[in-house]
């Protein structure tokens, strides 16, 4: 017991050593705040856990991968490899990115899901867009009308301090559509978010999606970053 116990520690050790030398920080999968049942009807349990034991474990899995590549790519002086790899990481690594927000901006009903913003938010949304209910008019057919995969998008842009409505195609994170452009709402409107539930019918999954928008993160992301 007391030799196995020695070979694994000392395992642990070699690869805790490498990360160390080699300065990487690899990424690991974040738990969700809540069960995957949690959102039904609004969404299912099937979903949920493969779209995050599934799809956003490989995301993470291969961004790690792309990491390492790099890392030799760079000891190896080799520019080509460099510059090749750049794709991988912008779609894992965005992928990651993403997914780690949309995770926070839901919440089950119970737990305050589909409450309307109150503060800030609410007010500025108000002024930006007239009314809570034409920001999701706005964000429902923007949603619907993305062609192919990719997010829809509440975001806040920093320099000129309102709010925006944008769309980003696969897992570009918001900040490709500008510098200053913080997300506060992300909606994935990739088929794997809805389709075993909703089949081709996306504009009824960004209907129903609102029930469980947790508006509690996007009000304080404003707050934080406004
Ligand atoms: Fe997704």
């Known amino acids: 017991m007391a030799m196995r116990f020695t070979t694994a520690s000392a395992k642990t050790l070699k690869a805790y050593s490498a990360l160390f030398v080699r300065g990487l920080q690899t990424f690991s999968l974040p738990d969700l705040p809540y069960d995957y049942a949690a959102l039904e009807p609004v969404i299912s349990a099937e979903i949920m856990k493969l779209h995050h034991q599934k799809h956003h474990q490989a995301y993470i899995t291969n961004y790690n991968k792309a990491l390492d590549q790099l890392h030799a790519a760079i000891s190896n002086g080799d520019a080509s490899a460099v510059v090749k790899l750049q794709s991988a ?29 109150k503060g800030s938010l609410g007010w500025a949304i ?30 806040l842009d920093k320099e000129l301090k309102h709010l925006v409505v944008e769309t980003t195609a696969n897992q570009d994170p ?31 999954y960004l209907k129903n999606i609102w029930k469980v928008i947790n508006w509690k993160y996007a009000g304080d992301a404003y707050e934080k970053e406004s």
């Open 174 to 204: 918001l900040v490709t559509k500008g510098s200053s452009l913080v997300p506060l709402l992300g909606i994935d409107v990739w088929e794997h978010a809805y389709y075993l539930q909703y089949k081709n019918v996306r504009p009824d």
């Open 126 to 155: 108000d002024n930006d867009f007239g009314s809570l209910e034409a920001l999701i008019q706005k964000i429902n057919a923007e949603g619907a009308a993305l062609q192919g995969s990719g997010w829809v998008w509440l975001g």
């Open 89 to 117: 990481i912008k779609f894992n690594g965005g992928g990651h990115l993403n997914h780690s927000i949309f995770w926070q901006n839901l919440a089950p009903v119970e737990e305050g899901g589909g409450e309307p913003p």
